[in-house]
Structure formats: structure tokens, C-alpha cells
């Protein structure tokens, strides 16, 4: 090997072959959620609360029963008793119990011959409601006098004297603030807040059920994590976790919403009530918006010291996060994350985690970072400003690296922050001469990324090709990576390997197609089973030729004696080996199980042009740069589209999405006309440019590429407009008519 | 004996120590013996932590060895999306 | 309440269905004639999912009625091509990895066609004006317009 190679060369990682399920989705064979049908099935529709707030005092489905083609109705009181901690959480959100906890929270479901009965059906169920006070803004849930939501919701963590809305409290930091303030020529404190923002995954979730009186079931529904399905199900319906088997559909978009439940328990009971027929169940968009989950919105306090070289002395934050009804706001990431690009001595954190009357937020791609990022991204940028620093200079200055201690505690491994910061300050966008009304911003992000229990199994068939079977559903090109690792470990053709998404039944346990897992964990599962079928098939060739295993090398899809000493003898491929499979000892296959905890973290620099029009107030992003580390880069198109996708959603966070609520506390948008998400005349290109510092803790080097690319657009956003107007925006969504008054508020000023 | 460092946090509840040190070969024997040295600890290692061993992040692994030497961090429980 | 009977062609065949009135076009397809290339995203005319030509017109049928189909001729992603012979637009897609979870691709492939059809050689703002109404929450668009631009630039090249 040369010496200047320390990286492993690759044949087929790093290529761009064209994707295994390419022709199914460009012909519109692929079967999302709501694309399958069962004989003699029912269809499926939820009563929704229209009170943020409500006791229910009674429910009368009489009539809705006696509409003809209706075959059940399902209330609370058709699912398991006795639940507690995530599991009552999630059974009381999928069905209210006593109360409706927000605008769109399911109370009551039919099913019915035909979709068109069960949406007749359900306006007949006559609901006695008891309205009650409600709030849908994290300050006010906190302050005192605030209806409460659930009394005793609040865990071991939460302070005496605070709000019983206030259910969970984090508190972590290190160093001395007043010590490290006082370092400082330049000290800054900001508020800043950001709205929830939901998925907004095109396919609505959709399922079909069947759950017969033996408690046996079948559910095919659009998920990210199946495994999580059949836990999930099983405990809100009571029923033993290994007598569900759930199979995912091709899943039209998850970013996170789609690794908890919403209607696949009600499915289920109502197969179950309807005497084990299946049932299907497809959310309309406006259900998707009142009753899944959006992220948390953020009301945050942060503080920070620099000197006037722009080393940061001190930085401390609050973050007051509003997770719906529900306990769950992600405000352990947000505190971890708020500062870690960075290597700061003195630093805190304090988080809240509230209840409100909005649905129970779900993980959204790098759940916390986003919001935690805005606040830390936005005041270094306003402090490089003051005091005249390069933005860009400002963060090398003060970014992590190896050996460097985490503001979280322990130290990073390798890590690619400066290459990044680099990449970014030699990217031609870098440079672009901008106009008037035109401004530049540039924002850092990091997620840590995940591993998580993984199966996955590889199995070699008659003619020599491969059979992969992961459990994590293909979301964004996924086969792809997998098929060409397993090209890779093998040394054999990206062709002849099949990548299979495996059912609940047929593989361990497997988390979700989240935290950035897939490829990382996932593909090293089936890295790891392909090295057991090669020490399988070199063991035969060893045995045909009367050898030494050890003395058999895997080279190119051959095996073959490893020197002169082992012996002469014609190399003999996996075609053959597993021609002779039968005969030589019976079938070849490897598998893998275990929780890898070798992810590597990645980050990310964004740098965005814009121009507002002082006019209206609108921003028009005029060309925006994605650097990402990806540790090495699988199939280097899937990467640059989530470098893509992530900067397209945090772009839409930052200039559009909000949930809107009215005074009655209802969702006031929930259409994508009214709730709008970037279309295409909104967007540039997406430039990319990836990152290569490998992940040590992988074969191959991978790290998780998904969610940190959401990170940075929030502040990159703000910070470009900050330079485009002169006026620092600290509330999101930086919508026409917000920066408008806000640029007239600087003039009178 | 290893060392385990807590989050501010946590410290009220562990006698306002910042680091622990306890007897143990793994993570689970750690956090065991953690929470019989400050009960208090108990539901928030029930309510889950990720361990930092060493700098790498272990969400759930009781069962991952650590040694003397091993730098231990315990962090909040991390999830992804 | 009774049913109406429908005759219409989808991608060149004859079809029949019955409908109830509030049914739309996008029902139709998809629970009577079985054609699920047509994606329904939001129902309200918002995501261009549920994309389909009708008389050579492209429609959100989730706005279109049914019995409105009467007589008409519709096309769907799943009348662009066949296996071994795809549409350069479906080639272009795979090709420059235009699509990450896929839902929104079978929309905007006919939004991209019923496009070409009218206007061979746009502009990127054209492009991306036009396929404004096609709502993709993975790609960030940059891979959809290079390859749909490319597409272009080969059915130029090969007329
Ligand atoms: S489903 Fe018709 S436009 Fe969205
Ligand atoms: S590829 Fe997922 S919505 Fe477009």
C-alpha cells in the first residue's frame, strides 16, 4: 500500500449508481401507507376534539351505529386499562381519556363499508364537552395562574415552586460565569424565540389493520421505525408484542414524525371491534397538522461573553420548550447541544420542558438543535458584528476539535467542525460581491448522531448473489448505501444485491430509521454480516481444497489461497461457492445484532446570500452553501440530498412555517396553503460540498449525515438578513410582515 | 476506583458532589452502585441517561465495561429523529 | 345517495367506474380503477401529488370531481412509460437521484411533462415557477430541476 493511503481505497463505496427502487418510484408502483387494499376491508375515521381544552362528559355513538354499513365505533374505553409513563402517553394521545388536551385530539372512530359512511358516521356521534381554560404559548403555560394541563405530570427533576405544567428541568454546565464574564470586553444578552414547525411529510400517515379476538395481528402502515409500531400497539391495545407483526410500506417522507404512532392502535381496535376485519386508516392533511406531531417551539434567554479577539469567553442559556400535551419537549438535546461547536471554559444551561394544549410534538430531524443553534448562532454572529470579526474567523477561533472537551463533558474524538469552517471560507460562494439590500450569513450546526439496537441479516443465495435484509425503512436512498457496502465488503457487483426491508417477524429488534442510524448502523450490521459470510464461503473453499482456513484470503468476490505456502489452487468465486452450498454443508448467511455506539457526530457550516426587499419585507434567498462532514460519503448523491433537504426545511423554519393559534386555542393553518412549506420558485441550487474526516468508531468511516443539516439554516437565515437590513431579527419566522415592521421600527428609531 | 462526573443538575441530589466515584466493571454495576450511594439519584437514572465513556456516547448499555482509568460522563437521555 | 356511472380513458385504455358525487377524480382512480401512481398529500389543491393530465390539461385531481371525468381522457405517471422503456424525464430522476422518499415524484414527472409539452427549453425560474405547485419536502428541489433540465436538454436534442 502507498504510503500517503491511510484511508482504505474503495470500488464501489463513493459511487453513484443509480438507486434499487428507482423504477418502482418513477413509475408509481412503490406502495406507500395508503396504497394497499385487503378483501372485505372496512374503512376507518376519527372524531377530533374541536376544543383545545375540554372535559368529555359523555359519548353517544347510537346513532353513528345505526347508520347502515357502519361496524364499530371505538372510544378510550376500547383500549388496554392500566398504562403508565410513554406508553399511557402515547395510548392517550392516539384516544382522549378524560379530557381533550388539544385542537384535533382524537376522541371517538368508526369504521365503516366505505370511507364516505365512516366520515358521515362520525358526525352523528354526539360528544357532551365541558370547555375548559387553555393556553397554547410556552411563557404563558409557565406563568402562574395558567390552566393546567395534567397535575402530577412532572417528574423528579422539576424544582419545587415551579408551574405543574413545567414537567421536566435540566440543569448542566461547568466553570464559573461571573469568572468567565468578567474575561470579557463584550457581553450580550438576547431573547430569542422559535415557532413549532411540523415535518410536513407529503404522505399523511395511513395504515391497514387486522387484529382478531385471539389477539393475533397485521398491520402494514408508513412508519420509520415498524419495531417501534408493534411496541407501541401492543401496549396501548394489550397485547403480547410478539402476536403483532407490522410490515412498513415505502414511506412518502418521516424526518422524525414517523417513529411514534398515531392512528395505527385505533386501526387496530377497530379491526378488533369489528370482528378481526381490516380496517384502513388515511389522515387527511389538516389531521396531520392539528394531531401529529410538530416539533417544539422555544422561548430562550442566552447570554454571551467575547473578548475582542473574539475568543468566547462565558455563554450561558434558557430554554423554555412547549412539547403539546404531553411530556417530551426535546430539551435534553437542546441543553447538550446549545453550545458544542464550541470550546467554551464557563458555560450553563437551564431547560424546561412544558405542557401546553397543542399536540404532543414528535422528533424532528436533529430534534432540539435547530432552536438551541438559532440562539448561539445568531449572538456570535451579532457579537462578530460589534466587534468587527469575520464570522467565519470568530467560530475557527473558538471550534471544537479532537481532544477538546465537550461543553456536555467528555472529549470529542475526531470531529470535522474546521474543516468544514474552511471548506466554507474557501467556497467561491464566499466571495460573491453583494449588491444592495443583499446580506451574507453563516451559521454552524452538530448533531451527535445515533446507534441504537440494529439487526439485520445477509443471506447467500444458489447462483452467488446476496440477499441483504435490514430493518430500517428506506427513506431517502438507503438500499442504496446498503447494497453498495455489501458490494463492497463481498468485492461482487452493486447489482447483484437486493436489499430488503425486513418485517417485524422476520429480525431482532431494530430502532427507527432516525438519529442519522441508517446507514451508520445499519450498514455496518450489514458490513459485519457479510465479514461472517465471508469467513463462511472462505471456510468452504479451504475444505473443497483440503486447506487451512486461515489460509484463505476473500479478495474481489473470490476466495483464494492466501500465499504460495497455502497451496496452488484456481481461485474459487462466490458463484461457485455457493453453487456447491447444498452439498458442502447447507446454507451460508450472516447476521448481526447488537447496539453500535461507535456513531461519530457530524457538523455542518452553512453560508446563504440573501436579499430583502425593503419595500414588502420579503427575503428571496439568492444562493445558499451546505459543508457537511459525512465521514465518507456512501453514495455521495443521498448525501448531498439531505445536506439539500435539511437546508430546504431549516430555510422554510426560518422565513414561513408556524403553527398558528387562535384565541379559541385552534389551529388557525392547517392546509399547506396556510401552513407553507418552501415550493420550488422559493429555493437556489443547493450547494454542497462534503466533508471527509472518517468516523474512526466505523469500517468504512461513515458518520450519520441526515439531521445536522437543519441546524444551521435557522440562524444562517437571521444572520444574512441581519446584514441585509441592519436589523437583528430574534423571532421566528422571519415572515414578510415581520421584517417589514421591524425594518421601519430601525428607521423610526 | 472509576469516577462518574453528573451534569449540575443532578448534583443537588448526589450531596452536591460534582463526581462520584464508585466501585464497578461495567456501566450497570456503576450506576447501581451510584444510586446506593445517593438514593436520591434513583429516578433520574431510572428515567434514563446516556453514559460518555471515554467520549463515546453509550444511550443504554449496561453492560459496556469500563475500567479505572475510563473517563465517565453521564449525560441526559439522548433520542434522534 | 346514488351512484353515477363514469366512462372515461386513462392513459389511452377505456375504464368505467361508478362514483358518488362527492367522490373526486383522485378517489376514483384510486379506490375504483386501482391506479396508485396518483398520491393524495393534502386533498386541498396545495401539493400537486395527486398530479394528472385531463385532456391533455394538468389538474390536481383532488379538485376535479369524478363524474366531471365524463368522456375524458387522463393521464397518469403511470401512462409516461414502460419498463424497459421509461420517459427521459423517469430516466433523468433516478439517474440524478431526484428523488429521496418518492411520494411527490409521480406528480411532479407529470407536472414536468405536461411543461415540456408546452414550453421545451424553459428557464430554471420557469422550471421552478412552474413546478411551484408540486410540493417536495426531501430534495430541497436542486437534483428535481437539474434533472428535469437535463431531460429537457436530451428530448431537444433527440427531436
Ligand atoms: S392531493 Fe391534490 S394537490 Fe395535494
Ligand atoms: S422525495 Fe420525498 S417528498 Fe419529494
Redesign the pocket.
Given at each position: 500500500m502507498a504510503l500517503d493511503s491511510g484511508k482504505p481505497k474503495f470500488k464501489y463505496i463513493g459511487t453513484r449508481p443509480n438507486r434499487p427502487d428507482g423504477l418502482d418510484k418513477v413509475t408509481g408502483r412503490a406502495r406507500y401507507g395508503a396504497d394497499i387494499s385487503a378483501p372485505g376491508m372496512l374503512h376507518g375515521a376519527i372524531l377530533r376534539s374541536p376544543h383545545a381544552h375540554a372535559k368529555i362528559l359523555k359519548i353517544d355513538a347510537s346513532k353513528a351505529l345505526a347508520l347502515k354499513g357502519v361496524k364499530a365505533v371505538v372510544t378510550r374505553a376500547d383500549f388496554a386499562d392500566g398504562l403508565s409513563g410513554e406508553d399511557w402517553n402515547i395510548q392517550e394521545n392516539c384516544m382522549a381519556g378524560e379530557k381533550a388536551l388539544y385542537d384535533g385530539h382524537a376522541v371517538a372512530a368508526v369504521a365503516a363499508t366505505s370511507a364516505l359512511i365512516a366520515r358521515d358516521a362520525i358526525k352523528l356521534i354526539d360528544v357532551d364537552y365541558e370547555p375548559l381554560p387553555h393556553v397554547t404559548d410556552v411563557d404563558a403555560a409557565m406563568a402562574e395562574g395558567a390552566p393546567v394541563i395534567r397535575d402530577g405530570a412532572a417528574d423528579y427533576s422539576v424544582p419545587e415552586g415551579l408551574h405543574p405544567n413545567v414537567v421536566r428541568y435540566f440543569e448542566s454546565g461547568r466553570g464559573d460565569l461571573d469568572e468567565g464574564f468578567a474575561k470579557a470586553d463584550l457581553v450580550l444578552k438576547r431573547h430569542y424565540t422559535t415557532e413549532a414547525a411540523h415535518q410536513g411529510y407529503i404522505e399523511p400517515h395511513a395504515c391497514l389493520a387486522q387484529l382478531g379476538a385471539d389477539g393475533k395481528g397485521e398491520l402494514w402502515c408508513c412508519t420509520q421505525g415498524h419495531w417501534y409500531v408493534r411496541q407501541m400497539c401492543a401496549a396501548a391495545l394489550g397485547l403480547e408484542v410478539s402476536q403483532l407483526k407490522v410490515t412498513p410500506s415505502e414511506i412518502g417522507g418521516g424526518f422524525g414524525g414517523k417513529t411514534t404512532v398515531f392512528i395505527d392502535p385505533v386501526a387496530l381496535a377497530l379491526s378488533r371491534k369489528a370482528g378481526g376485519k381490516p380496517v384502513k386508516l388515511v389522515m387527511s392533511r389538516s389531521e396531520v397538522l392539528r394531531a401529529t406531531g410538530p416539533t417544539a417551539s422555544a422561548s430562550m434567554d442566552i447570554k454571551m461573553g467575547m473578548t475582542k479577539d473574539g475568543k468566547i469567553t462565558a455563554a450561558s442559556g434558557t430554554y423554555r420548550m412547549q412539547g403539546g400535551a404531553f411530556p417530551g419537549a426535546p430539551v435534553d438535546e437542546t441543553t447538550v447541544l446549545a453550545f458544542a461547536n464550541y470550546n467554551i471554559e464557563h458555560v450553563h444551561h437551564v431547560g424546561y420542558d412544558v405542557m401546553s394544549n397543542r399536540p404532543k410534538q414528535a422528533a424532528y430531524r436533529a430534534p432540539g438543535a435547530p432552536m438551541a443553534a438559532f440562539g448561539t448562532e445568531s449572538i456570535i454572529d451579532e457579537m462578530a458584528t460589534q466587534l468587527g470579526l469575520d464570522p467565519l474567523e470568530i467560530r475557527l477561533k473558538n471550534a471544537v476539535k479532537e481532544g477538546v472537551r465537550a461543553t456536555y463533558g467528555p472529549k470529542f474524538p475526531a470531529v470535522g467542525l474546521i474543516e468544514t469552517l474552511e471548506a466554507a471560507q474557501s467556497h467561491d460562494n464566499y466571495a460573491v460581491p453583494l449588491g444592495p439590500n443583499q446580506g451574507r450569513g453563516v451559521a454552524s450546526g452538530f448533531w451527535l448522531n445515533w446507534g441504537g439496537d440494529t439487526s439485520a441479516s445477509v443471506a447467500i443465495s444458489e447462483d452467488g448473489t446476496v440477499a441483504v435484509t435490514v430493518g430500517t425503512p428506506d427513506i431517502g436512498g438507503s438500499r442504496a448505501s446498503m447494497a453498495l457496502m455489501a458490494a463492497e465488503a463481498f468485492g461482487i457487483p452493486y447489482e447483484n444485491v437486493r436489499v430488503h426491508i425486513g418485517d417485524t417477524a422476520s429480525l431482532g429488534i431494530n430502532e427507527p430509521t432516525h438519529g442519522s442510524r441508517a446507514t451508520y448502523a445499519s450498514g455496518l450490521a450489514v458490513i459485519q454480516s457479510a465479514k461472517e459470510c465471508i469467513q463462511k464461503l472462505s471456510k468452504r473453499a479451504a475444505e473443497a481444497w483440503g486447506i487451512d482456513p486461515d489460509a484463505v484470503i476473500w479478495e474481489d468476490g473470490f476466495a483464494r489461497p492466501s500465499g504460495p505456502n497455502a497451496g496452488e489452487f484456481e481461485p474459487m468465486s462466490i458463484a461457485e461457492i455457493a453453487g456447491n452450498m447444498s452439498s458442502s454443508g447447507g446454507p451460508i448467511s450472516g447476521h448481526f445484532e447488537a447496539s453500535p455506539e461507535t456513531y461519530g457526530g457530524s457538523f455542518g457550516t452553512h453560508v446563504v446570500d440573501v436579499e430583502v426587499d425593503p419595500e414588502t419585507g420579503r427575503t428571496t434567498v439568492l444562493r445558499y452553501l451546505v459543508v457537511q462532514d459525512a465521514g465518507k460519503a456512501i453514495h455521495p448523491s443521498y448525501v448531498e440530498g439531505q445536506f439539500q433537504g435539511g437546508a430546504a426545511q431549516g430555510i422554510g423554519w426560518a422565513l414561513n412555517e408556524e403553527y398558528i393559534y387562535g384565541e379559541d386555542g385552534r389551529l388557525q393553518n392547517p392546509i399547506f396553503l396556510d401552513y407553507r412549506v418552501p415550493v420550488a420558485s422559493d429555493l437556489p441550487m443547493i450547494d454542497t460540498v462534503i466533508v471527509e474526516v472518517p468516523n474512526p468508531g466505523h469500517p468504512y468511516g461513515v458518520r450519520g449525515v441526515g439531521e445536522t443539516g437543519i441546524t444551521p439554516p435557522l440562524p444562517a437565515i437571521a444572520n444574512a438578513i441581519a446584514a441585509a437590513t441592519g436589523v437583528r431579527f430574534t423571532k421566528l419566522p422571519l415572515t414578510p410582515p415581520r421584517v417589514l415592521a421591524g425594518i421601519k421600527a430601525a428607521k423610526n428609531a | 476506583m472509576p469516577e462518574i462526573h453528573l451534569w449540575s443538575g443532578l448534583r443537588h441530589l448526589a450531596g452536591g458532589e460534582e463526581i462520584v466515584a464508585v466501585e464497578g466493571n461495567t456501566i450497570g454495576q456503576m450506576l447501581d452502585a451510584l444510586v446506593a450511594k445517593h438514593p436520591r439519584l434513583e429516578p433520574a437514572i431510572k428515567a434514563g441517561v446516556s453514559v460518555a465513556v471515554d467520549g463515546q456516547i453509550k444511550p443504554n448499555n449496561r453492560a459496556s465495561k469500563v475500567s479505572e482509568e475510563s473517563e465517565i460522563f453521564l449525560l441526559q437521555k439522548l433520542r434522534g429523529g | 345517495m346514488s351512484k353515477h356511472h363514469v366512462s372515461a380513458t386513462v392513459n389511452g385504455d377505456p375504464v368505467e367506474y361508478l362514483c358518488d358525487p362527492r367522490e373526486t377524480l383522485?378517489d376514483c382512480l384510486r379506490d375504483h380503477l386501482g391506479v396508485m401512481g396518483v398520491?393524495?398529500?393534502?386533498?386541498?389543491?396545495?401539493?400537486?401529488?395527486?398530479s394528472v393530465t385531463v385532456d391533455g390539461r394538468l389538474v390536481?385531481?383532488?379538485?376535479v370531481l369524478g363524474v366531471e371525468a365524463e368522456g375524458a381522457e387522463i393521464g397518469t405517471v403511470e401512462g409516461m412509460g414502460t419498463e424497459g422503456n421509461l420517459h427521459v424525464l423517469q430516466e433523468k430522476f433516478i439517474e440524478h437521484a431526484a428523488l429521496q422518499c418518492g411520494i411527490c415524484t409521480p406528480g411532479i414527472l407529470v407536472a414536468a411533462e405536461a411543461l415540456l409539452k408546452k414550453n421545451p427549453d424553459p428557464s430554471e425560474t420557469e422550471l421552478r415557477y412552474w413546478l411551484a405547485g408540486n410540493l417536495c419536502r426531501c430534495t430541497g428541489y436542486d437534483k428535481i430541476i437539474r434533472a428535469v433540465m437535463d431531460a429537457a436538454a436530451d428530448m431537444r436534442e433527440a427531436s
Amino acid at each position: 500500500m502507498a504510503l500517503d493511503s491511510g484511508k482504505p481505497k474503495f470500488k464501489y463505496i463513493g459511487t453513484r449508481p443509480n438507486r434499487p427502487d428507482g423504477l418502482d418510484k418513477v413509475t408509481g408502483r412503490a406502495r406507500y401507507g395508503a396504497d394497499i387494499s385487503a378483501p372485505g376491508m372496512l374503512h376507518g375515521a376519527i372524531l377530533r376534539s374541536p376544543h383545545a381544552h375540554a372535559k368529555i362528559l359523555k359519548i353517544d355513538a347510537s346513532k353513528a351505529l345505526a347508520l347502515k354499513g357502519v361496524k364499530a365505533v371505538v372510544t378510550r374505553a376500547d383500549f388496554a386499562d392500566g398504562l403508565s409513563g410513554e406508553d399511557w402517553n402515547i395510548q392517550e394521545n392516539c384516544m382522549a381519556g378524560e379530557k381533550a388536551l388539544y385542537d384535533g385530539h382524537a376522541v371517538a372512530a368508526v369504521a365503516a363499508t366505505s370511507a364516505l359512511i365512516a366520515r358521515d358516521a362520525i358526525k352523528l356521534i354526539d360528544v357532551d364537552y365541558e370547555p375548559l381554560p387553555h393556553v397554547t404559548d410556552v411563557d404563558a403555560a409557565m406563568a402562574e395562574g395558567a390552566p393546567v394541563i395534567r397535575d402530577g405530570a412532572a417528574d423528579y427533576s422539576v424544582p419545587e415552586g415551579l408551574h405543574p405544567n413545567v414537567v421536566r428541568y435540566f440543569e448542566s454546565g461547568r466553570g464559573d460565569l461571573d469568572e468567565g464574564f468578567a474575561k470579557a470586553d463584550l457581553v450580550l444578552k438576547r431573547h430569542y424565540t422559535t415557532e413549532a414547525a411540523h415535518q410536513g411529510y407529503i404522505e399523511p400517515h395511513a395504515c391497514l389493520a387486522q387484529l382478531g379476538a385471539d389477539g393475533k395481528g397485521e398491520l402494514w402502515c408508513c412508519t420509520q421505525g415498524h419495531w417501534y409500531v408493534r411496541q407501541m400497539c401492543a401496549a396501548a391495545l394489550g397485547l403480547e408484542v410478539s402476536q403483532l407483526k407490522v410490515t412498513p410500506s415505502e414511506i412518502g417522507g418521516g424526518f422524525g414524525g414517523k417513529t411514534t404512532v398515531f392512528i395505527d392502535p385505533v386501526a387496530l381496535a377497530l379491526s378488533r371491534k369489528a370482528g378481526g376485519k381490516p380496517v384502513k386508516l388515511v389522515m387527511s392533511r389538516s389531521e396531520v397538522l392539528r394531531a401529529t406531531g410538530p416539533t417544539a417551539s422555544a422561548s430562550m434567554d442566552i447570554k454571551m461573553g467575547m473578548t475582542k479577539d473574539g475568543k468566547i469567553t462565558a455563554a450561558s442559556g434558557t430554554y423554555r420548550m412547549q412539547g403539546g400535551a404531553f411530556p417530551g419537549a426535546p430539551v435534553d438535546e437542546t441543553t447538550v447541544l446549545a453550545f458544542a461547536n464550541y470550546n467554551i471554559e464557563h458555560v450553563h444551561h437551564v431547560g424546561y420542558d412544558v405542557m401546553s394544549n397543542r399536540p404532543k410534538q414528535a422528533a424532528y430531524r436533529a430534534p432540539g438543535a435547530p432552536m438551541a443553534a438559532f440562539g448561539t448562532e445568531s449572538i456570535i454572529d451579532e457579537m462578530a458584528t460589534q466587534l468587527g470579526l469575520d464570522p467565519l474567523e470568530i467560530r475557527l477561533k473558538n471550534a471544537v476539535k479532537e481532544g477538546v472537551r465537550a461543553t456536555y463533558g467528555p472529549k470529542f474524538p475526531a470531529v470535522g467542525l474546521i474543516e468544514t469552517l474552511e471548506a466554507a471560507q474557501s467556497h467561491d460562494n464566499y466571495a460573491v460581491p453583494l449588491g444592495p439590500n443583499q446580506g451574507r450569513g453563516v451559521a454552524s450546526g452538530f448533531w451527535l448522531n445515533w446507534g441504537g439496537d440494529t439487526s439485520a441479516s445477509v443471506a447467500i443465495s444458489e447462483d452467488g448473489t446476496v440477499a441483504v435484509t435490514v430493518g430500517t425503512p428506506d427513506i431517502g436512498g438507503s438500499r442504496a448505501s446498503m447494497a453498495l457496502m455489501a458490494a463492497e465488503a463481498f468485492g461482487i457487483p452493486y447489482e447483484n444485491v437486493r436489499v430488503h426491508i425486513g418485517d417485524t417477524a422476520s429480525l431482532g429488534i431494530n430502532e427507527p430509521t432516525h438519529g442519522s442510524r441508517a446507514t451508520y448502523a445499519s450498514g455496518l450490521a450489514v458490513i459485519q454480516s457479510a465479514k461472517e459470510c465471508i469467513q463462511k464461503l472462505s471456510k468452504r473453499a479451504a475444505e473443497a481444497w483440503g486447506i487451512d482456513p486461515d489460509a484463505v484470503i476473500w479478495e474481489d468476490g473470490f476466495a483464494r489461497p492466501s500465499g504460495p505456502n497455502a497451496g496452488e489452487f484456481e481461485p474459487m468465486s462466490i458463484a461457485e461457492i455457493a453453487g456447491n452450498m447444498s452439498s458442502s454443508g447447507g446454507p451460508i448467511s450472516g447476521h448481526f445484532e447488537a447496539s453500535p455506539e461507535t456513531y461519530g457526530g457530524s457538523f455542518g457550516t452553512h453560508v446563504v446570500d440573501v436579499e430583502v426587499d425593503p419595500e414588502t419585507g420579503r427575503t428571496t434567498v439568492l444562493r445558499y452553501l451546505v459543508v457537511q462532514d459525512a465521514g465518507k460519503a456512501i453514495h455521495p448523491s443521498y448525501v448531498e440530498g439531505q445536506f439539500q433537504g435539511g437546508a430546504a426545511q431549516g430555510i422554510g423554519w426560518a422565513l414561513n412555517e408556524e403553527y398558528i393559534y387562535g384565541e379559541d386555542g385552534r389551529l388557525q393553518n392547517p392546509i399547506f396553503l396556510d401552513y407553507r412549506v418552501p415550493v420550488a420558485s422559493d429555493l437556489p441550487m443547493i450547494d454542497t460540498v462534503i466533508v471527509e474526516v472518517p468516523n474512526p468508531g466505523h469500517p468504512y468511516g461513515v458518520r450519520g449525515v441526515g439531521e445536522t443539516g437543519i441546524t444551521p439554516p435557522l440562524p444562517a437565515i437571521a444572520n444574512a438578513i441581519a446584514a441585509a437590513t441592519g436589523v437583528r431579527f430574534t423571532k421566528l419566522p422571519l415572515t414578510p410582515p415581520r421584517v417589514l415592521a421591524g425594518i421601519k421600527a430601525a428607521k423610526n428609531a | 476506583m472509576p469516577e462518574i462526573h453528573l451534569w449540575s443538575g443532578l448534583r443537588h441530589l448526589a450531596g452536591g458532589e460534582e463526581i462520584v466515584a464508585v466501585e464497578g466493571n461495567t456501566i450497570g454495576q456503576m450506576l447501581d452502585a451510584l444510586v446506593a450511594k445517593h438514593p436520591r439519584l434513583e429516578p433520574a437514572i431510572k428515567a434514563g441517561v446516556s453514559v460518555a465513556v471515554d467520549g463515546q456516547i453509550k444511550p443504554n448499555n449496561r453492560a459496556s465495561k469500563v475500567s479505572e482509568e475510563s473517563e465517565i460522563f453521564l449525560l441526559q437521555k439522548l433520542r434522534g429523529g | 345517495m346514488s351512484k353515477h356511472h363514469v366512462s372515461a380513458t386513462v392513459n389511452g385504455d377505456p375504464v368505467e367506474y361508478l362514483c358518488d358525487p362527492r367522490e373526486t377524480l383522485l378517489d376514483c382512480l384510486r379506490d375504483h380503477l386501482g391506479v396508485m401512481g396518483v398520491k393524495e398529500g393534502c386533498g386541498t389543491g396545495d401539493c400537486g401529488a395527486c398530479s394528472v393530465t385531463v385532456d391533455g390539461r394538468l389538474v390536481c385531481s383532488c379538485l376535479v370531481l369524478g363524474v366531471e371525468a365524463e368522456g375524458a381522457e387522463i393521464g397518469t405517471v403511470e401512462g409516461m412509460g414502460t419498463e424497459g422503456n421509461l420517459h427521459v424525464l423517469q430516466e433523468k430522476f433516478i439517474e440524478h437521484a431526484a428523488l429521496q422518499c418518492g411520494i411527490c415524484t409521480p406528480g411532479i414527472l407529470v407536472a414536468a411533462e405536461a411543461l415540456l409539452k408546452k414550453n421545451p427549453d424553459p428557464s430554471e425560474t420557469e422550471l421552478r415557477y412552474w413546478l411551484a405547485g408540486n410540493l417536495c419536502r426531501c430534495t430541497g428541489y436542486d437534483k428535481i430541476i437539474r434533472a428535469v433540465m437535463d431531460a429537457a436538454a436530451d428530448m431537444r436534442e433527440a427531436s
